[in-house]
């Protein structure tokens, strides 16, 4: 698996969802199951058992695909000085069809979450971004066609988990 790009408060983000899981995420399905268990004479065909080692599968399943996902990851941190937008920063744009202004954050594919804020440097919009400055206009084709974005700042924002 080749090494993916992830922010600095999207690895911590991941690595404290990790955390949760393995714990938190253990403990309640431990739990249920030692319920059922306690609850029924023969708990390995009640479908309250079966369906909490469903739960337990894919709840490990989860935890192996993230571990693995953060192993493979680099943290990429933003210049805020080199006056381009890069991963991690944050532009705020106005698309110049609509007048409408949108503020998105550039992240890894890993982490991204567009009702967030923050988009892919993989998706369209994103990778029309990378490398622009502050007053150029942008072209990126989208599932709904063209847009037309003019960059009005570019700010590396302050770490937040």
């Given at each position: ?24 995420g ?17 708990a ?12 337990q599968?894919?709840?490990?399943r ?26 991690g920063?944050?532009?705020?744009l ?68």
């Open positions: 698996m080749s090494e993916r790009l992830i922010t600095g408060a999207g690895f911590a983000r991941a690595s404290e969802m990790l955390e949760h899981l393995k714990t938190s253990r403990r309640e399905i431990a739990e249920r199951l030692r319920h059922v268990i306690a609850s029924e004479t023969n390995t065909d009640d479908a309250d058992y079966l369906a909490a080692r469903e739960d599968v894919m709840l490990e989860k935890i192996a695909q993230l571990e693995q996902r953060l192993a493979h990851a680099r943290v990429a941190e933003p210049d805020g000085a080199n006056g381009v937008i890069d991963l920063e944050r532009v705020l106005r698309d110049l069809e609509t007048g409408e202004r949108v503020e998105y954050e550039l992240v890894g594919s890993l982490e991204s979450d567009p009702a967030a804020g923050r988009i892919s440097a993989a998706s369209p919009v994103g990778s029309a971004l990378l490398g622009r400055r502050k007053g150029e206009v942008v072209v990126a084709e989208v599932p709904k066609g063209r847009v037309h974005l003019k960059i009005l700042e570019i700010d590396v924002p302050v770490a937040s988990v």
